[in-house]
């Protein structure tokens, strides 16, 4: 029996007073004591016993001076790719940086020139935007089509023209997508990268949120797709195991020449990794919470049964999308009529605090995310107060 249970989820964690953003700076920013965070992606849930050790032993050191990342590092990253993910690649193809979002940046430097167009597929998590255009380049977009059943699909002609015109020079890809909570077939990454090998352009691909998948899906890395030889994958156990403050991430690129380019700017940059708690936490992390993601998969599931039935009974004019990926959920709440400020303005005096859609992109007019990663008594709770905003 597996002990990370139901009872051990439902617990949670009090965060209060930890200073986290979830929590602290949203009650110092809204004057709210009664405010529920269901915004900023991180978890209300303790991180798993192993790595809580880790943490308590390089807390116990009583001196920190530098420390780089070592070959039990990089082969515990290829231990916990190869055994939860089935891709393998070797320790040398990675490096290790702060955080995705630095890593979104170093490569999108390392990899284009200024005043290249970048391809995203909005909506999209908006440090994709701000990553572009703050190295002074250009956003190309691809935007996500919906179909009949509320999931969102590529436009693989709009984005083959953007590439075969020059408009576009790279692709900066979310799978899982971020927020529409989609898993992409082992076809469409196919397609993707033979896209990419057609009009030589390379290709980013964030999967941060790669252990958040409900099967049926299955998460295929752009690391196992033929013809993606020289992708470069972006990951990181921080959104997983609730260790995004630690900030540790990893760069995977098998191809030597684009790794090299990668890891000269992050030099350039002076991004580099060796944070004694990010190293001991991720290396713990890795290699021995497998039991307790089982079990948060398991609870998260019964979170998303939860929020998907309240919002089918109580919000007939709340379109959610399906999802089949990532603890957050995109709710396109267009036909209550209301502007994406009155929106949210009527949320935050539900005492619920979302993500405004926007930050995903004009796509994300009329649309809010929901973070279902709590205890189910805070999520009901959430759920309940959303009642007088979406009902
Ligand atoms: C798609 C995606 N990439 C990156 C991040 C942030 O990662 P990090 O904290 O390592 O920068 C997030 C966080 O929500 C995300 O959703």
């Known amino acids: ?22 929590w602290d700076e949203m009650r110092r920013e809204t004057g709210d004591p009664d405010m529920i965070p269901m915004w900023v992606a991180d978890m209300d849930f303790p991180s798993p016993p192993a790595v809580q050790q880790a943490l308590a032993g390089a807390a116990a050191q009583g001196t920190w001076g530098y420390t780089h990342p070592c070959d039990e590092d990089f082969e515990a990253l290829c231990g916990y790719w190869a055994r939860r993910h089935q891709t393998v690649f070797d320790p040398e193809d990675a490096l290790l940086s702060p955080c995705v979002v630095t890593s979104l940046r170093i490569s999108v430097r390392a ?6 167009g970048l391809l995203i597929n909005p909506p999209i998590y908006g440090p994709f935007f701000a990553s572009i255009k703050e190295s002074g380049r250009r956003v190309v977009e691809s935007p996500l089509v919906q179909d009949e059943d509320g999931r969102w699909n590529l436009n693989f002609a709009e984005m083959e023209e953007k ?3 020059g408009e576009a020079k790279a692709v900066l890809f979310c799978s899982p997508h971020n927020p529409c909570g989609r898993v992409w077939t082992k076809e469409e990454l196919s397609a993707l990268a033979a896209l990419c090998s057609k009009y030589h352009a390379p290709l980013i691909c964030d999967e941060i949120h790669a252990d958040f998948v409900y099967a049926p899906a299955v998460h295929h890395s752009i690391l196992t797709v033929p ?13 997983t195991f ?31 990794s060796g944070n004694i708690f990010a190293l001991a936490a ?7 919470c497998d039991a307790w993601l089982d079990g948060l998969l398991t609870y998260l599931r019964g979170n998303r049964e939860t929020a998907a039935e309240h919002a089918a009974q109580r919000w007939p004019k709340v379109r959610v999308t399906p999802l089949d990926a990532t603890y957050l959920m995109w709710l396109d709440c267009r036909a209550l009529g209301l502007g994406q400020e009155e929106l949210m303005n009527r949320i935050l005096q539900a005492h619920v605090k979302v993500n405004d859609g926007l930050f995903f992109g004009e796509r994300g007019r009329g649309f809010i995310r929901l973070n279902i990663g709590c205890p189910r008594a805070q999520l009901r709770e959430a759920l309940k107060r959303l009642d007088a905003v979406l009902g």
Not at 2 to 21: K, L, S, V
Not at 227 to 232: I, K, L
């Open 1 to 22: 029996m597996n002990t990370f249970d139901e009872a051990y989820f439902d617990a949670g964690i009090n965060r209060i007073g930890t200073n986290c953003a979830k």
């Open 111 to 116: 990899l284009t020139a200024e005043g290249d």
């Open 163 to 165: 590439l075969a015109s």
């Open 227 to 239: 013809g993606a030889d020289s992708a470069v994958m972006l990951c990181a156990a921080s959104k």
């Open 242 to 272: 609730n260790i995004a403050g630690l900030q540790q991430s990893a760069v995977v690129c098998r191809d030597a020449e684009v790794r090299g380019k990668i890891g000269k700017e992050m030099i350039a940059c002076g991004a580099v």
């Open 282 to 288: 991720t290396r713990a992390a890795y290699r021995d």
